[in-house]
Nanobody, 118 residues
Framework: QVQLVESGGGLVQAGGSLRLSCAAS????????MGWYRQAPGAQRELVAT???????SYGDSVKGRFTISRDNAKNTVYLQMNGLKPEDTAVYYC????????????WGQGTQVTVSS
């Protein structure tokens, strides 16, 4: 059973930056696709970014050019660097992990709140 623990959320002014971290435990990390998703109040959960075991990345349209996903397989950790934050980026951000050698997300963290003030 894979466990994911996010950290790094908080309150930031528009235009600022935050880096989220997600530490994984309980299973093989390097073979999994890792991702970040977010959910704003009253909205559906949406893709922010994913990074496969082969380092192929994918980003939601609203964050392209501002957010960067990276991973450190030695530390079993995935990161989300968020620059140029906007009030519309305010949401709970969730870390996710796929099954081993699978593209589908199977495990989820508890979420971390990101609030961007105008």
């Amino acid at each position: 059973q894979v466990q994911l623990v996010e950290s790094g959320g908080g309150l930031v002014q528009a235009g600022g930056s935050l880096r989220l971290s997600c530490a994984a435990s309980g299973g093989e990390f390097s073979t999994r696709t890792m991702g970040w998703y977010r959910q704003a109040p009253g909205a559906q959960r949406e893709l922010v970014a994913t990074r496969t075991s082969g380092s192929i990345t994918s980003y939601g349209d609203s964050v392209k050019g501002r957010f960067t996903i990276s991973r450190d397989n030695a530390k079993n950790t995935v990161y989300l660097q968020m620059n140029g934050l906007k009030p519309e980026d305010t949401a709970v951000y969730y870390c996710a992990a796929s099954g081993s050698y699978s593209p589908s997300m199977r495990y989820w963290g508890q979420g971390t709140q990101v609030t961007v003030s105008s």
